[in-house]
């Protein structure tokens, strides 16, 4: 059984930058791929980012890609979502997930779920 707190989110210009946190409880949390989706008003939740659970790959949403970092700690049970030169199509609830499965930019194979942190960016 692995919990999920996000935290982090906050209202930031465009061109800044946050830091997105995701604290795992549970021995597991090393096991398992984790993934950043984020969900927009009146939009479905989509794809942002995903790492392996050794860390040793990254995956990102073309979007993203150059702008956004993600990693984690095991040691610590954390995850990170580093986001610099952020716009405001960046605004949505991030949420972060754990899963065991291969394809993991799909929600399906995420088991575990955050409770979401908000990110507004304003022009």
């Known amino acids: 059984q692995v919990q999920l707190v996000e935290s982090g989110g906050g209202l930031v210009q465009a061109g800044g930058s946050l830091r997105l946190s995701c604290a795992a409880s549970?021995?597991?949390?090393?096991?398992?791929?984790m993934g950043w989706f984020r969900q927009a008003p009146g939009r479905e939740r989509e794809f942002v980012a995903a790492?392996?659970?050794?860390?040793?790959?990254?995956y990102y949403t073309d979007s993203v890609k150059g702008r956004f970092t993600i990693s984690r700690d095991n040691a610590k049970n954390t995850g990170y979502l580093q986001m610099n030169s952020l716009k405001p199509e960046d605004t949505a609830v991030y949420y972060c997930?754990?899963?065991?499965?291969?394809?993991?930019?799909?929600?399906?194979?995420?088991?575990?779920w955050g409770q979401g942190t908000q990110v507004t960016v304003s022009s």
């Open positions: 549970g021995r597991t949390f090393s096991s398992y791929a």
């Open positions: 997930a754990a899963g065991g499965g291969l394809n993991v930019r799909y929600r399906a194979e995420y088991g575990y």
């Open positions: 790492i392996s659970w050794s860390g040793g790959n990254t």
